[in-house]
């Protein structure tokens, strides 16, 4: 079974473009939590253009360290972002490469050149008792250096099968992302996927074995408008259910 973290962003986008705290981010968490979801995710960004830094913290409260439903936190690991994990103690520690001004996320961790600081920051994060996971592109010469980090798990940066889902080249993309993940496996690597993954493309992506959680918010949000959210988490959970074991 593959874990659903459902990730808040987009309630909280909303929630600044009025200026008051509706919709409430730790009301949206609890009702995803009353629905079955395995875990939250959030990413609170520099510029706090949707997550906030309270929200995190409110979030820790809610979701403590060794809370049955996992807190992961992602973001680019700045000194304050640092900080502030280490304050929260989540389950989870998403590592993402993003730029201040970044719209979206939008690729993997450089580790021929990063290596040495995503090494030191996963290191922080393993002595401080949060797992560390690392945002990687589809690429086994990247899962083999990202071994040598220390990362727990690797989160495979899912938006190129989704974009090419449904075409022959996505039948070629997502051999990638299996080979990929095969082998962070053999390699004693944890794998997680997320971004722009939904209830049209989950299941092809859930046939790799050992996607232990998929983080899914931005479309999730969009399905839960069009067609509820009892409805379309329950879909997500039964998709996810299915995932065949390492
Ligand atoms: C790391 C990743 O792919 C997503 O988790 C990211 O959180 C999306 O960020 P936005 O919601 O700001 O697009
Ligand atoms: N790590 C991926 C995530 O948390 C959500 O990505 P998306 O579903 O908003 O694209």
Redesign the pocket.
């Known amino acids: 079974m593959t874990c659903l ?1 459902v ?1 808040l ?2 309630i909280a986008l909303l929630r600044n473009s009025r200026g008051r705290d509706f919709p409430n981010v730790i009301d949206f968490a609890n009702k995803f939590i009353a629905l079955g979801v395995h875990g939250i ?3 609170p960004r520099q510029d706090e253009r949707h997550i906030t830094n309270q929200d995190a913290r409110d979030l820790g409260q809610l979701l403590p360290h060794n809370s049955r439903i996992e807190l ?1 936190i ?1 973001g680019y690991p700045s000194e304050d972002f640092l900080k502030m994990v280490e304050e929260i103690k989540p389950a989870q520690c ?1 590592l ?1 490469p993003d730029a201040p001004d970044q719209l ?2 939008d690729h993997g961790w450089d580790l021929d050149k990063d290596a040495e600081f995503v090494t030191q920051v996963c290191q922080r994060l393993n002595d401080a008792g949060i797992r560390s996971a690392i ?1 990687l592109d589809p690429d086994v010469s990247m899962v083999e250096k990202a071994v040598k980090t220390g990362a727990a798990r690797i ?1 495979l ?3 190129e099968f ?1 974009a090419t889902h449904g075409t022959e080249q996505g039948k070629v993309v997502l051999e990638r992302y299996r080979q990929a993940a095969a082998r962070a496996q053999q390699l004693g690597l944890e794998v ?7 209830l049209n493309n989950l299941p092809d992506f859930l046939s790799i074995p050992g996607i232990l959680e ?8 969009v399905e839960c408008i069009e067609q509820g959210m009892e409805k379309v988490t329950a879909r997500y959970l039964e998709i996810c259910a299915a995932n065949p074991s390492v």
């Open positions: 973290s990730n962003n987009k995710t959030i990413h992961n992602e998403t993402v979206t996320s945002f989160e940066y899912t938006e989704a997680n996927a997320g971004h722009d993954l939904d998929v983080s899914i918010g931005h479309v999730l949000t």
